[in-house]
């Protein structure tokens, strides 16, 4: 094998010298991955010989290896430079590395094959999932490592059923998956909040914020959130992203994120490497859905398209689907209007940042529901008023009926992202009259970013809470196959407690809906979308 090392001499030259090294390690030596997790129940260090080979699948240079967590109000921590992810050879158990510092993951090119001495590092065991991380390493952890290209790697496919807890920090391959929201980039947020790159200098985002998940569903109805860190510029390229379903592979972790509801997807997220891992099918004539009704908002007009007509803004009125058949109104009193979205897929052209907005919006892009707080709430029915949905699934036959839609609270200002409600659900009817809850999770309705400042009617100065979204949040539900086959069915979105959003977002720190709440609160619908197959 051979490899490099760097000397520098005299007069500040530096030489690159070829060096062949030998492996230094016994076969009989290396310790197996199942085994090493089988040492340490918690968080121990070690002090002994220890071993183990596998093959590198991530890449430091794409820059989403790990979250970086928000460390003060307008600055996150460098943690995914000095991550990555060794899987055992065979492809069944992985571990994360954590470096010492960036310059360790620099020297672990993805799909080497590697050989690591785990003396002096310590060894972390986490449960609820079960995955372990390797602490402390440095590059004299490296034994000897072998570059190799993407074919040395075993092929892993699964369902997204199908994944389990030892499928984490390995790379799979995901099976006929599709992105849920058709519109907009890889990372729909706003700009202004995320990390710096080329991409979006122009914008001069504060780097306050980073990662946004991105919904996926698979042919069998699972659905998954893939993790985009804001300084991968391959997020936003214009190009769109994909409409069809297909592979998608990545790196499955496990990530507690506070701006997003914390632990809301199911233990297990993925990672892509790379953009080349939304292998889907660009077309989509490939999607394993069809629309039965849709409201995206693309057409960048400032009405909706009513019964009654064009209106910009609408007062309980039915607002007709852009796709299929189907109407949305809303419940709560106030006016409903074409406000903002954060799906904007264009990149810098010229000396403007996108084609269509600015720093990621899309304006006229979500149905925007402004009212005093306590309209949020049925007094005296005891329930939450939200929007309610009606479509039909006459003749129609399948094996899933979903719901799926992005929202988020607020305008970008402190004023407007407190007191709305804080948990959410979805209900069904088929006789109008009772309606049934669909899952008893309660979705967390997060708030769009914005920039701390002093205001009075805010309480003095405001700092954007770590648990403040970056855009849309992304939420897919199933309805009961009872509801194929009916003329008119009618879905409700709506509050289901009366716990209110105060500016820290935290849930302990929660405020409630009052009858005489005259806050104003601003709610915003990106995409909603009804599908079967």
Known sequence: MRNFATITIPRGVVLFVALTLS?????????????????????????????????????????????????????VNKMSDMTAYFESLDGKYGFRLYFTNAKGAEVMPRYARAVLSLRGTTIQRQSGPVRYTIHKLTPQN?????????????????????????????????????IVFKDGAFSNVYEGYAQRTELNKVAKPNGSQDCWPILLCDGCGSTMYAFVNTKCEWRRDGMGVPQGSGDMNGIVVYTHLPRYGGDVFGGMVLRPVDKNDFAMDWSAASSKYKSIAEWNWNDNGESFNTENGARKSVVGERILADVGNGAVRSEVGGTVYRGVDMNNVAIQNGKEFNLKGTKGRVNHGSMTICTEAHNWWDWERHRGKGIELEFSTEGIEGENLVVAFSFAAGEITPISSYGHPFYWGVEYTLDGVNFYRVSSRNIQLRTLPWWYGHNSMV???????????????????????????????????????????????????????RPNSTTKTYVNFGSIVVRYN
């Open 142 to 178: 490296i034994v000897r490592f072998e570059r190799c290209d993407a074919s040395v790697l075993p092929r892993k496919e699964r369902t997204i059923k199908e994944l389990k807890s030892e499928d984490i920090y390995t790379y799979v391959t995901l099976k006929d998956c599709e």
């Open 23 to 75: 492996w230094c390690v016994e076969a009989q030596t290396i310790t197996s991955f199942e085994r090493v997790r089988s040492m340490f129940s918690k968080r121990e260090s070690v002090d002994q010989d220890l071993y183990i080979e596998g093959y590198v699948i991530s890449d430091y240079t794409t820059k989403n290896q790990e979250l970086n967590t928000q460390r003060y109000v307008n600055s």
């Open 459 to 513: 309480h003095g100065t405001q700092y954007l809470s770590i648990e403040a979204g970056m855009g849309f949040t992304e939420h897919l539900v199933h309805l009961p196959k009872e509801l194929f086959g009916q003329k008119s069915v009618r879905v409700r979105i709506v509050p289901v407690a009366k716990n209110a959003a105060t500016l820290s977002y935290e849930k302990s720190d929660m405020g409630a809906l």
